[in-house]
């Protein structure tokens, strides 16, 4: 009596739920773990039948299953239970038939999987996430422009993220547009456009609050948010049910905004919820085990019977479950354990021993947690293990030691799980954020991490530490040239040459790009680091066999070297160090290595200094523009003017445009600059043209204004216009450059100027990479001979025979031709007797200030 009462409390303090019910279906017996998942009381759960509560089931099918399992079998299935209530949940059934007191009995362990399926739904999302940031992150690499990301982001949140349909809206004066969507429903957003402005009901105002607000805005439920009153009629017909909208932030500012759509409510949760669910599962299912181990064990020392029946019980366990004795000799495994090592018995483990299925460098680890449980703890253990067959897992274990009525431990009881699937997704996210996914090297994040261990090793041990910054030279080209493919092929082939020629104890990582980087550690002197960067550089300028269809592409590597302590003791400073001594080397004619000096930083700390200077000195006005006059070679009359750039630094004094301005077209300084000198320039142009109608003043205009986003011809035109002045009082100067390399939108801004009758001249010409075509494609007015062919000019001279060549080929084509660096009589007169249209020049006048220009020439 005493062994039954026991066993019942362990039947009723089971987390699980167990069933007892007789040929015809009736229930016989029931635990509280049953009453409470169904929501009915005992008296009522025992009036029922199976039918009534599962899903699906009805009396054949019953009776098939009442039949198919015989006395002392189990059979496993997945079913749908039905509630008090009538909600529905799922299932997971071990279904054991006894013969008990002389009559077939089937006994059922049931327990509720709703959020063991939910956690693996959710795995899946968040895998199919991670691999639409993958997609997206390789891609970034290969591409240029604004225009090819925006879709890719949307498709890949479609088709790899499990949203219903994604689109990126960026400001056209007071509304949000589209420039980018994918998946359902996107033929909705054909001349959609969301207002900004405050107060306005737009038909997706979420859209608009993220813009303004600068924060994610979410709709949990499209069916009953107020929120969504106006776009729910396309949230029904394209299936979004909840949604939301991320502002895409640049210097603090939103650039676009990311609106995405969902076919479930509430998918937009936050990730650590999922993560405290699982610890929180975790614990739940050690106590559970705990529990149903210990009831177990103490109703097996009493009645004989009553723990046969708790072995059915036990060896109906999904999990597995072993019984280990101190001296590490396998006690008992269940089936689903003898499953997990693909073995057929117990005795087949006890031969080998259990340790022999766990790998070499496991095994100690796995020994002294054993005997830890043994000398009474306990507690949980990952490990791997491989099957007989050769199956690979990872397993989890929580155990806890089983005691004898007096108190000793006897042996150690572990539930274990398979882990497999949840570690294989742990180590992929991992690999995913510490690993380039192209070349498979260590990335940008992995990369700080191994140079900042290798920095607290060099302390101790008071050695050096060498970083290679490696950037191949001409990349770019073949990119341009062979594709993106080729491209990939290329830096694949280059990480595996860097690899080769350094030490399994260095490290190789990729940053972006074409850009690599290499740690040497534990150094005593820099030789070893030249060897390996000459090395490094000669492998890379090897041939690369790419595709035999392309034939051998070639390319050479630049690389800049730092060390640890003499340079620098923090990882952000080792590496601009070699940031700026690689680009010292692309200075010196790349294909070589240049280590870090201290002068390569000063330099550095210059330039920042100048472009602090350059930001201050266009708020302070600082900068004047002086002009130098253009003269009509054949009247001497002064015909235009060349307004020219002058800084006057408060405590430099004046500083020459040719340090300053490639400062300002390499920071994008140039466009404000540029702006500023054309409106500068046009308000003398103005004053001057009232004196002298048709009086010209060109402004030189730098490519990196060309290639600016969006063209400023419309507003310069408008200030022209207020000035009272045309386009014909204004001349642009360019350089050969620009054309060389001109693309579709160069060519736009160019017809742009010719229709704003606005003429333009090629500055410093023939200095270049000269070519007729071009001058013929753009719409061209003057060509300027470069001050080097005048400066040697005398009678007879090959640069004299270049100079009239320029001027017969310039006339020949219609073009002006304006001589620049005039200054003696000599060469004045044998460029007006070539027919030199124009000429400027010392001999007429240095660059003025507009007062003196303006006294000299119309005073």
Known sequence: MVGKDKFRTFLEQAPDAFFAHDAQGNFTDVNRSACLS??????????LNVLDIEQGFDRSSAQVLWDQIKPGETL?????HRRKDGSLFPVEVHATAQVHEGEKTLFSQVRDITERLHTASQLERQTRFYEALSQINQAIVRMREESELFPLVCRMAVEHGGMQMAWIGQARGNAVVPVASWGAGRERLDGFSVSLQAGKDSECEMTATAWRERQRVVINDARDDPEASRWRDSANRF??????AFPVLRRGKTYAVLTVCHSQPCAFDETLTGLFDEVLDDIAFALDAFEREA????????????????????????????????????????PAGLAMLEVDSVQEIQQRGLLDFIPQPHRSAFSEFHQSVCAGGSGSFEFPLIGKKGTHRWLETHATPLRNPKGEVTAMLGVTRDITEKKHASELIWRQAN???LTELPNRNMFYDLLNHEIRRAQREETLVAVLFIDLDRFKEVNDTLGHQMGDLLLMEAARRIASCVRKSDTVARLGGDEFTVILPQLRSTNHVEKVAQVIIDRLAEPFALAPSKGAVHVSASVGITLYPNDATEVELLLSNADQAMYAAKGAGRNCFSFFTRSLQEKAQTKLKLINDLRAALRANQFQMHFQPVVDLATGRIQKAESLLRWQHPERGPIHPAEFIPVAEETGLIVELGDWAFREASRWASRWAQQRPGFQVSVNMSPAQFRHQGSVLGSWMDHLHTLGITGRNIVIEITESLLLEADQAVNHQLGGFRDARIEVAIDDFGTGYSSLSYINRFPIDYLKIDQSFVHDLTPGSQHHALSKAIIVMGHELGLKVIAEGIETDDQRSMLRHAGCDYGQGYLFSRPVSPEIFEAHVFG
Not at 38 to 47: I, N
Not at 239 to 244: C, D, F, K, L, Y
Request: net charge positive; charged share 30%; glycine share 6%.
């Open 38 to 47: 169904l929501g009915y009381t005992q008296k009522e759960l025992l009036a």
């Open 295 to 334: 009831e177990r064990k103490r109703a097996m020392d009493t009645v004989k019977a009553q723990n046969d029946f708790l072995r059915a019980i036990l060896e109906a366990e999904p999990e597995c479950v072993k019984v280990v004795a101190p001296n590490g000799k396998l006690i008992h495994m269940n």
């Open 76 to 80: 496993r299935f997945r079913g749908t």
């Open 435 to 437: 690993f380039d996914l």
């Open 239 to 244: 299936g979004w049910v909840s949604a939301a």
